[in-house]
């Protein structure tokens, strides 16, 4: 227990400016690392939002709709689609916008193939 007290009593204000500095230099790399990870998550998904948004703007012209970035999906039912099929993408569309269903890009262009039969 004396050499604990010893310790604690012998530590020099060098000291602790050394473990301020070392404390400080450690933070300054866990908050650059913390704001790379960061960027690279907002990044990584506003890419994976703009090609969804892109496949599905893409099928649209296809069918003879330009989409404005404001115009919900559900009142732009392309003719030769069923009005139930449509309904039931939307509504896929927007789970998936909302996370509550997840799925791939193999998954969405399946569900567009789906509306032309």
Not at 7 to 14: G, M, N, P
Not at 24 to 34: D, N, V
Request: without cysteine.
């Amino acid at each position: 227990r004396l050499a604990w007290y010893r310790y604690v009593l012998e530590f020099e204000s060098a000291d602790r400016s050394r473990l301020w500095r070392a404390l400080q230099e450690m933070l300054a790399w866990i908050a650059g690392l913390a704001a790379l990870i960061a960027t690279g998550w907002v990044i990584w998904r506003a890419r994976r939002v703009d090609w969804e948004w892109a496949l599905v703007d893409w099928w649209l012209k296809r069918h003879g709709i330009v989409r404005k970035p404001h115009e919900p999906l559900r009142f732009l039912a392309p003719a030769g689609v069923r009005h139930e099929a449509w309904d039931a993408f939307v509504r896929w569309w927007e789970k998936r916008r909302y996370k509550k269903g997840r799925a791939g890009f193999g998954a969405l262009v399946r569900a567009l193939r789906a509306l032309e039969k």
